[in-house]
């Protein structure tokens, strides 16, 4: 059974600092990796997509991705009160159509 | 953009009813998903297709079924509708070019009474 783990939180940082969050899964063979934010009540939207080893920046957002690990981590720096919401790891399942999704980490950002 | 619409945001059935949800991309995508996603459970795999016309189980079809005619619409059917389905359901799509994301539709809240 492919899995994808995250701690279920929740996070909580002040506004202005730096949010971290981990994600470890199983399936060796996975070759690309999603992170989406998902607000109560609505669906999961995508943020970031990282596919090699590395860092991976898209404004406040940071994704770092370690193949040998097998951990995928965000980074969202200079944390905001509206980044309060449900984070979404995903793995691609290799050589087929699925994604594994982690059950979340849900942050707060307190103003 | 990828837009994905599920035909609707909140329904209410009775026990019993046969239940269909609808939902239609409009990116040519080659794969479709149906999960459900409750209280500490996260997102549970309901049915995908990868093709018109194919189907395969994810990992909780019990009292579903799902239908693809047409590329761009894939169809929930709840057979005979039951209180432990209430739940939201969220329609997914994707492409088969390599290692796309899944783009989601806004959801569906359905309660069954």
């Known amino acids: 059974q492919k899995e994808v783990e995250q701690n279920s939180g929740p996070l909580s940082v002040p506004e202005g600092a730096i949010a971290s969050l981990n994600c470890t899964y199983s399936d060796r063979g996975s070759q690309s990796f999603f992170w989406y934010r998902q607000y109560s009540g609505k669906s999961p939207e995508l943020i970031m997509s990282?596919?090699?080893?590395g860092d991976k920046e898209d404004g406040r957002f940071t994704a770092q991705l370690n193949k040998a690990s097998q951990y995928v981590s965000l980074l969202i720096r200079d944390s905001q009160p509206s980044d309060s919401a449900t984070y979404l790891c995903a793995v691609n399942v290799a050589g087929g159509f699925k994604t594994i999704f982690g059950a979340g980490t849900r942050l707060f950002v307190k103003a | 953009d990828v837009k994905v619409t599920q035909s609707s945001r909140y329904l209410v059935k009775r026990t019993g009813e046969k239940v269909f949800l609808e939902c239609v991309q409009d990116m040519d995508h080659e794969n479709m998903f149906w999960y459900r996603q409750d209280p500490g459970l996260g997102l549970r795999l309901i049915y995908f297709s990868y093709d018109v016309k194919m189907k395969e189980k994810g990992d909780i079809p019990e009292g579903y079924s799902v239908s693809r005619e047409k590329k761009e619409r894939f169809s929930l059917i709840l057979e005979s509708a039951s209180t432990n389905q209430t739940s939201m359901y969220l329609c997914a799509s994707s492409s088969h070019r390599g290692n796309q994301p899944q783009h989601f539709g806004d959801g569906t809240r359905l309660s069954i009474l």
């Open positions: 990282i596919y090699s080893n």
